[in-house]
């Protein structure tokens, strides 16, 4: 089984950078589709962007384009999701999420951005970003 454990959350000021990690045990994670998702206080939790297992496509929320790069070390088994000119609406719990039930499977937009199609899920990451 794949487990995820998020870090790298924490205060930044607004125009400053972070780069959260995703950390995963399992043989299997570099078979497999990971996305970052993110929950502000009171919405929903919303898609941020989605990496395939071989780390050759990558697609991101419109809303963040140009500020976010995910990317991934399969030798390392960590996806990591740097994020840059950030602002206090970023502020939200990060998560990492895991498509386990489809290996080598050739990832769209249409399927990253969906939440359930992942079925494993960190416990977040906090960033919070003051004004």
């Known amino acids: 089984q794949v487990q995820l454990v998020e870090s790298g959350g924490e205060l930044v000021q607004a125009g400053g950078s972070l780069r959260l990690s995703c950390a995963a045990s399992?043989?299997?994670?570099?078979?497999?589709?990971i996305g970052w998702f993110r929950q502000a206080p009171g919405k929903d939790r919303e898609f941020v962007a989605a990496?395939?297992?071989?780390?050759?496509?990558?697609y991101y929320a419109d809303s963040l384009k140009g500020r976010v790069t995910i990317s991934r070390d399969n030798a390392k088994n960590t996806v990591y999701l740097q994020m840059n000119s950030l602002k206090p609406e970023d502020t939200a719990v990060y998560y990492c999420?895991?498509?386990?039930?489809?290996?080598?499977?050739?990832?769209?937009?249409?399927?990253?951005?969906?939440?359930?199609?992942?079925?494993?899920w960190g416990q977040g990451t906090q960033v919070t970003v003051s004004s």
């Open positions: 399992g043989r299997t994670f570099s078979h497999i589709n």
């Open positions: 990496i395939s297992w071989s780390g050759s496509s990558t």
């Open positions: 999420a895991a498509d386990t039930k489809n290996p080598f499977y050739s990832l769209t937009y249409g399927l990253g951005a969906v939440q359930t199609r992942y079925d494993r």
